[in-house]
């Protein structure tokens, strides 16, 4: 099969609109919301094949697939969903959306408030991953699907794939949580709070109101987002793609950028500082931080997951040292102390926490063979 | 032995000033220079005594004892050097010094250059290891030390020590080379990265002549060192200390500081901001980038260390993430290869790379023996 005999047709966005008033775990309610989303494939007759793509930090709705013809780029998991590939778009009805306070069209601090008429910006409230796994249970409801044949993660989307086990017990059939983890360590929310911070501190920032002034916290998202990509990186993997190798030849004894290492990190802040909201940035770090679904069970994971009939599979990747494999083995350990049914991978991988979104075939391999068995399961 | 009576007496600064010209590596030439430098105990009559203690990134001159009684901490490495300690200030003369381009009174970007009788700010030159190895030679010649008995360090420190065994490698008797590594890798280039550009894109850098403009890049300082602290500490060690402990009772669903390791965080940042110099930190971690002594022997660190007559000892700690023991080893390494006497520890700490400035039992032990039997023999 040629790589094109794989791809989706073109694709469409879609918007659900909710207007029943939403209360948060935080306390603030709001007053209705929108969800971007996107769909693949066919739901079948009795509603049983749907998955849901739960994204990470920086995701949206645009999973698979093209919006036309000449986009440069697809989807961000495009690898992942599609015809014959391991999410097949042939077996499955697949759904990607964009969290509640992300930047990409579901409501957000970029959207209007309709109780000022301007960006929510500072005003909109925190969320926190049982936020988005109740919304993402509307939009389920929207669609008519009760059970959802798996929930889909990597890192965040991990968190929210596991988070769904336990909000929502009878309503996944598997989950797949990949390169994530139960709650972060310490070292872990150190990363988010600098990233936190180098917004906060950014003088355009305004307190995040910077919409009011025409002017984007720039320099602070760009340093989040630099920094973020060193965790998302394995040293390994940057040593063999970057190492000490210099842009030109020779010292410059300069501030300028001269190692390959430094452009290519700052690229991607640049990058990313033109696309992405910081008020956003905020919100799902702040999500990270605060996920913890043991919390309200004594701190033990496996009362949390006690109740779920949902089977599990579990992917870390070797050199992730964000959340290192021994932090998904925690999660096993919860899940077999639990007695809930549970396949984990520990895949060889030079790409660090990016590894859930390349392409090494040990991975593919496994995903493709898990889903294939899905798929026969629900088709059944 | 008490607490006091292993403390050394007041100490008292000093300022070596150097008139003629020196030639930096980079290709500037500064038209003179001074160098702030402290000494700890007696130059023996052979003058045969003599340690030099290189500090690193955010360290000084002010390595042992105090100024007046009622200050309220000793110098940086107090733990380490004083009378019965593991560097003993009653068998050795220990000479500590701030580095060419430090921001402790050694000339600097705050000093004032000649040339415009205003601070240097961005025009000081950005100085390499190899530098200062020149620089604290000629400290050396003028206290009338022809040969070291050992010079000491950790981290960037160490490389110092380390490169002194090249550049001269027959004024070293010992070299002890602690918590350090022969090059940055790609990852440690990239952390440095991240903390640059924190302070170069602060809007209150003004390219380096913020002296000019009353004002100090703050915010960027902070973001660095905030960044460093993460680096320097053991994700083991950062978990055990501070976990996810919340301040307060509950999630605040805020911006603010929220968890211990936060808080911690945002101090350390604050503090240094209050006292370290933005230009000093940008020259100081460029040093480190540039740092590969084996570079100019076609890649092979043991062609570098060939002609030295120093022993070796090096120093690693299991939790260090900065320079692992994997980096120590590869300096090992070249040393046998080229037929160095050299020992080897890798000492057990939840310090991460701080570390080297920590007081874990079998790292002082070994300090003092080893020392204990360096002082033998320049006294026998």
Not at 78 to 88: C, L, N, Q, R, W
Not at 89 to 98: A, D, E, I, K, P
């Given at each position: 099969m040629n790589q094109d005999a794989r791809s989706l047709n073109l694709v469409t966005a879609q918007c659900a609109v909710f207007d029943d008033p939403f209360p948060l775990q935080g306390g603030a309610v709001l007053p209705g919301f929108q969800l971007m989303y996107e769909t693949y494939g066919t739901l079948n007759a009795n509603r049983s094949n749907a998955v849901l793509i739960c994204h990470a930090l920086s995701g949206n709705h645009h999973v698979a697939g093209r919006y036309a013809e000449d986009d440069k780029y697809p989807g961000?998991?495009?690898?992942?969903?599609?015809?014959?590939?391991?999410?097949?778009?042939?077996?499955?009805?697949?759904?990607?959306?964009?969290?509640?306070?992300?930047?990409?069209g579901s409501t957000g601090p970029v959207s209007i408030n309709p109780a000022t008429g301007k960006p929510w910006g500072a005003v909109f409230p925190v969320v926190v991953v049982n936020d988005w796994v109740q919304s993402q249970a509307k939009l389920a409801d929207r669609l008519g699907i009760d059970k959802w044949a798996a929930v889909i993660g990597g890192s965040l989307g991990g968190m929210q794939a596991l988070r769904w086990t336990v909000t929502f017990p009878h309503r996944v059939r598997h989950c797949i949580n990949i390169a994530s983890a139960p709650k972060l360590t310490a070292q872990n929310i150190a990363f988010n709070d600098v990233a936190r911070n180098a917004i906060l501190t950014d003088p355009e920032f305004y307190g995040g109101d910077y919409y009011q002034h025409g002017v984007v916290p720039r320099r602070g998202l760009r340093l989040a987002r630099m920094l973020g990509h060193i965790t998302y990186l394995s040293n390994e993997g940057m040593g063999g793609k970057f190492g000490r190798q210099l842009k030109s030849d020779g010292y410059q004894f300069s501030y300028e950028t001269e190692f390959e290492i430094e452009s290519y990190l700052r690229y991607q802040g640049d990058r990313f500082a033109d696309v992405f909201d910081a008020n956003t940035y905020l919100l799902m770090t702040k999500a990270l931080d605060y996920f913890d679904p043991a919390r309200h069970f004594g701190g033990s994971l496996s009362a949390a997951l006690a109740a779920t009939d949902a089977k599990f599979l579990v992917i870390s990747f070797t050199t992730d040292w964000r959340f290192s494999p021994e932090r998904s083995r925690e999660t096993v350990k919860a899940l077999l102390d639990a007695k809930k049914s549970v396949s984990y991978a520990e895949i060889e991988s030079v790409h660090g926490h990016d590894a859930f979104l390349m392409t090494d075939e040990p991975y593919m391999q496994l995903m493709h063979a898990y889903l294939n068995r899905v798929a026969d399961e629900v088709h059944a």
């Open positions: 961000w998991w495009d690898t992942m969903v599609g015809p014959g590939k391991p999410i097949d778009t042939n077996r499955f009805f697949v759904v990607g959306l964009n969290n509640l306070g992300g930047c990409h």
